[in-house]
């Protein structure tokens, strides 16, 4: 599964995100973060955006090649 800004299947990249995580949190007040059984700090791996989860956006936490972290 890959996605770039701008792809012609945006409904496709939402029933896969549907499949994975279930039906998207309602919209977040300022400030807050989706609720879930998801570890968003776990490296390379996919899980709802934490704060924009809402509108079905995926995140990948990647560190490798940051200074300090630990790969």
């Given at each position: 599964m890959?996605?770039?800004?701008?792809?012609?299947?945006?409904?496709?990249?939402h029933?896969?995100?549907?499949?994975l995580?279930g039906?998207?949190?309602?919209?977040?007040?300022?400030?807050?973060?989706?609720?879930?059984?998801?570890?968003f700090?776990?490296?390379?791996?996919?899980?709802?955006?934490p704060?924009?989860?809402?509108?079905s956006?995926?995140s990948?936490?990647?560190?490798?090649?940051?200074e300090?972290?630990n790969n």
């Amino acid at each position: 599964m890959a996605y770039a800004h701008g792809s012609d299947h945006p409904f496709l990249l939402h029933l896969r995100y549907l499949e994975l995580f279930g039906p998207p949190t309602p919209r977040l007040g300022k400030g807050g973060v989706i609720e879930g059984n998801w570890h968003f700090t776990a490296k390379n791996t996919l899980t709802p955006h934490p704060i924009y989860g809402w509108m079905s956006w995926f995140s990948i936490l990647n560190l490798q090649g940051c200074e300090g972290a630990n790969n």
